[in-house]
């Protein structure tokens, strides 16, 4: 590892995932050192970092040997997780839930030890109670709502463990963390088939990969609401909370809340074709989510505004060109 002296150093755990390689190459153009791990290139965008090591973090001896410094920032976005189709169907939770509860315990540790300046965990709004998101109109997921804990699945009990580990060593070893509950983010460069996509990637695909005056699949009736946050915005945020003195936890996301059906038909607006919805069985998460803004304009004085239209706009003409190279390879 080369540096000048002032240069700034980070680490990004998970950059060969979708947030992760969207943020390493944001901390690089910021000026940073930069560091990515993951046990997978980034197989959608090329990645600017200065080093890049495949591994795996369950693993103490790879974290050890990441971490091999006082890092001013590490950012821990690691973790087996996908879309509804891959965290609802309960056939994972044991994978999801030691997996990446072994990589948070291993980070902790180790970044403690090296003595890290200042480290960020990306949490997610599955920790939210599933009794306050049964009404798809009116959900509730201010921060001070997760309390008493009733995730509605193991991906969110993990998150809601890990969130209080990174708490518990801020308090017994003065770790600097930051903790955002992420909601629904979505872009370019991310998965986009094989069941681990998450809604917005799965509409686009579908829309992209179907004749016009056809039909599509939504799970459900499509009258689950959700918002969604374009990738760019969250970087804001999480850029923004590093440099706050808020420790957490803070939702990021978008306060703009939709139907599946209208995220759908959105996707159909921007292909120019005329599709109909055929409502099929599977698996679905809560009947309403949608991020409560109110602390992240306290705490930062900011707050996502980016119309969900324009992320879906940039994510289906990505996506309709991997269906198209796909279709040609």
Same mark, same amino acid.
């Given at each position: ?6 240069? +700034? ?10 947030? %992760?390689? !969207? ?33 795996? *973090? +369950? ?9 091999? !410094?006082?890092?001013?920032?590490? /950012? ?35 970044? @403690? ?5 200042? *480290? ?7 920790? /939210? ?17 997760? /309390? ?15 969130? +209080?580990?990174? *708490? ?9 963390? +930051? ?13 986009? @088939?094989? %069941? ?28 689950? @609401? ?34 599946? =059906? ?30 409560? =803004? ?5 705490? *930062? ?29």
């Amino acid at each position: 590892m080369v540096t000048n002296d002032t240069e +700034r150093t980070a680490l990004v755990l998970g950059a060969g995932g979708f947030i %992760g390689g !969207h943020l390493a190459n944001r901390l690089k153009r910021e000026g940073y050192w930069v560091r990515g791990v993951d046990l997978k290139h980034n197989e959608h965008q090329g990645l600017l970092v200065d080093d890049f090591v495949i591994g795996d *973090l +369950r693993d103490m001896d790879v974290v050890a040997r990441v971490i091999d !410094h006082d890092f001013d920032e590490l /950012y821990q976005l690691a973790a087996d997780m996908g879309g509804a189709g891959y965290i609802f169907t309960g056939e994972n939770d044991a994978d999801v839930m030691h997996n990446s509860a072994q990589i948070n315990l291993n980070v902790a540790h180790e970044a @403690t030890l090296k003595k890290v300046k200042k *480290l960020f965990y990306s949490s997610s709004a599955c920790m /939210y109670p599933e009794r306050n998101q049964m009404d798809p109109n009116n959900p509730n997921l201010a921060e001070d709502s997760a /309390y008493p804990a009733e995730p509605d699945s193991e991906y969110g009990w993990e998150k809601l463990f890990s969130e +209080r580990l990174f *708490l518990a060593f801020n308090r017994n070893y003065g770790l600097d963390v +930051r903790i955002a509950r992420f909601h629904n983010i979505f872009g370019p460069y991310g998965t986009w @088939t094989g %069941g681990k996509e998450k809604a917005p990637a799965a509409m686009c695909r579908k829309v992209a990969e179907t004749e016009d005056g056809g039909e599509i699949e939504i799970w459900g009736d499509g009258e689950q @609401t959700r918002s969604f946050l374009y990738v760019d915005e969250c970087l804001e945020g999480v850029r923004r909370m590093m440099n706050s003195e808020f420790l957490g936890p803070l939702n990021i996301g978008s306060d703009e809340m939709v139907t599946i =059906n209208q995220l759908a038909k959105y996707a159909m607006d921007f292909s120019g074709k005329t599709l109909s919805f055929r409502h099929v069985d599977g698996p679905l998460g809560v009947r309403g989510r949608n991020s409560d =803004n109110t602390l992240i304009k306290e705490k *930062l004085g900011w707050a996502p505004t980016q119309p969900l239209r324009d992320g879906v706009a940039k994510t289906f003409r990505w996506v309709k060109e991997q269906v198209q190279n796909a279709q040609h390879s």
